[in-house]
Every structure is written in structure tokens, then in C-alpha cells.
């Protein structure tokens, strides 16, 4: 096998893997253990894909400290969609989003959220967060 010359990504979004999970997701692309075919040819409904998602659930409730009594849910779409997704979801008729504008990320979540309804930014906080803080009054 020929050294590979790996480049480690840190951004924000994609990043590097270890090496040894990236030769268990190779080995299951081609042939999940068990199943005999790839996780792209499984349907979304079948037993291994649906234990699949049992465990990735509970992995990222025991890893987040994510009690029973709320949700896990696999969305696609990124931070972007949730800007549209958060105020869809949350900010009901007649109710005010308040965000904390950070810069530009946030500027892009209360753009999305006045399309939905009302939206008051409570304060300005550049310090160089990025972020945006939504709840509803």
C-alpha cells in the first residue's frame, strides 16, 4: 500500500477524521458487516439502517449529556437551513425573536428570521463570537 500524504482540515464545518475511521467507513461503503451490501444500497427503512440510527442516537445523547425526555433529530442542511428552521419552528404568531446580533452569522440567522415574523435584536456583541442567540419572548 502506498503512503498517502494527508492534509488535516481544521475549519469550522468538514474536518480531518482519524485515519482509522476512515478505513471502517471504506470497508462498510462497500459492505456493511453482516448485511452484504453498501449503506448507500440499505433502504432508510430497513432493520440494519434503522439500528444504524439507534446507535448514532444514543452516541450523541451519551456524548452531549442529552436526557430522554427531548429529541434527536438528523436534518440536513447545516447552520444555514437552521436560521430558517429555528424561527419556522419556535417563533409562533403574535411572538417576538430576540437575537444578540454577533456579526455576520447572526446577521444572516435574523435576516432569515424576519421572514418568518417578528424579530428585535436585544444587543450588539462583536467580540468576535460569530454567533447568534435566538429565544422567544
Do not use: C
Not at 439500528?51 to 425526555?69: F, H, M, T, V, Y
Amino acid at each position: 500500500m502506498a503512503t498517502v500524504h494527508r492534509v488535516y482540515n481544521f475549519s469550522a464545518g468538514p474536518a480531518v477524521l482519524p485515519l482509522p475511521v476512515l478505513e471502517e467507513i471504506q470497508r462498510d461503503l462497500i459492505s456493511l458487516p453482516g448485511v452484504g451490501m453498501s449503506i448507500l444500497e440499505i433502504s432508510h427503512r430497513s432493520a440494519p439502517f434503522e439500528k444504524i440510527l439507534a446507535e448514532a442516537e444514543q452516541s450523541i445523547r451519551s456524548l452531549a449529556g442529552i436526557p430522554s425526555n427531548y429529541k434527536v433529530l438528523f436534518l440536513q442542511g447545516g447552520a444555514s437551513l437552521q436560521f430558517s428552521m429555528v424561527p419556522m419552528n419556535l417563533l409562533t404568531a403574535g411572538a417576538t425573536a430576540d437575537y444578540i446580533d454577533g456579526g455576520s452569522w447572526a446577521e444572516k440567522a435574523i435576516k432569515e428570521a424576519k421572514k418568518i415574523g417578528t424579530v428585535n435584536v436585544a444587543a450588539n456583541d462583536f467580540s468576535g463570537l460569530s454567533t447568534s442567540l435566538f429565544w422567544v419572548a
